[in-house]
T-cell receptor
Framework: RKEVEQDPGPFNVPEGATVAFNCTYSNSASQSFFWYRQDCRKEPKLLMSVYSSGNEDGRFTAQLNRASQYISLLIRDSKLSDSATYLCVVNTPGGGADGLTFGKGTHLIIQP | DTGVSQDPRHKITKRGQNVTFRCDPISEHNRLYWYRQTLGQGPEFLTYFQNEAQLEKSRLLSDRFSAERPKGSFSTLEIQRTEQGDSAMYLC?????????????FGPGTRLTVT
């Protein structure tokens, strides 16, 4: 089982719609969670950290479900500029790499 | 610009040649990371430094790869005797915290093509 799994997509979504992705992780000792956004041929950029209580930043909401070992990202009122690959990142202390493991990413395409 | 910078942005080399990449982290960040990313994959960890100490190396990092951070500021990644399979984007990231799992900030990457 891969450490961090995401549906690669692509998700084709009309502008203005709401879209959600999930990401599952295999190590129950994982402690920190992040969503990064990566545009084509660009570097990943931190979108948001994911806290146990969930957190919201504008149109973006992240949730953590420790019991089921998944995190989610919800995008409301999607914009054309939201088209990108969204990387799920998990930190597991003692896991090497300072504990950060990246998923392969979910490709989102917002259509006009 | 006070972000992470990398040089060069693109490198084309012939198989068997050596290449060296440079990363300048955000100045107050004491942790520096190297990743490799190929098409359709997420970044894969190679190695990281806390200040000048190299604390972890991935199994992906063969003995042809070496990284240094001599003064705890910029870092270099050298690949000796390059192979076509080394073609990838090499990303550098830095982090402000001594604790694990904190947010990392990426540079624009060096895209390596081995012909």
């Amino acid at each position: 089982r891969k450490e961090v799994e995401q549906d690669p997509g692509p998700f084709n979504v009309p502008e203005g719609a709401t879209v959600a992705f999930n990401c599952t992780y295999s190590n129950s000792a994982s402690q920190s969670f992040f969503w990064y956004r990566q545009d084509c041929r660009k570097e990943p950029k931190l979108l948001m950290s994911v806290y146990s209580s969930g957190n919201e930043d504008g149109r973006f909401t992240a949730q953590l479900n420790r019991a089921s070992q998944y995190i989610s990202l919800l995008i409301r009122d999607s914009k054309l500029s939201d088209s990108a690959t969204y990387l799920c990142v998990v930190n597991t202390p003692g896991g090497g790499a300072d504990g950060l493991t990246f998923g392969k990413g979910t490709h989102l395409i917002i259509q006009p | 610009d006070t972000g992470v910078s990398q040089d060069p942005r693109h490198k084309i080399t012939k198989r068997g040649q050596n290449v060296t990449f440079r990363c300048d982290p955000i100045s107050e960040h004491n942790r520096l990371y190297w990743y490799r990313q190929t098409l359709g994959q997420g970044p894969e960890f190679l190695t990281y430094f806390q200040n000048e100490a190299q604390l972890e190396k991935s199994r992906l990092l063969s003995d042809r790869f070496s990284a240094e951070r001599p003064k705890g500021s910029f870092s270099t990644l050298e690949i000796q005797r390059t192979e076509q399979g080394d073609s990838a984007m090499y990303l550098c990231a830095s982090s402000p915290s001594v604790a694990g799992g904190n947010e990392q900030y990426f540079g624009p990457g060096t895209r390596l093509t081995v012909t």
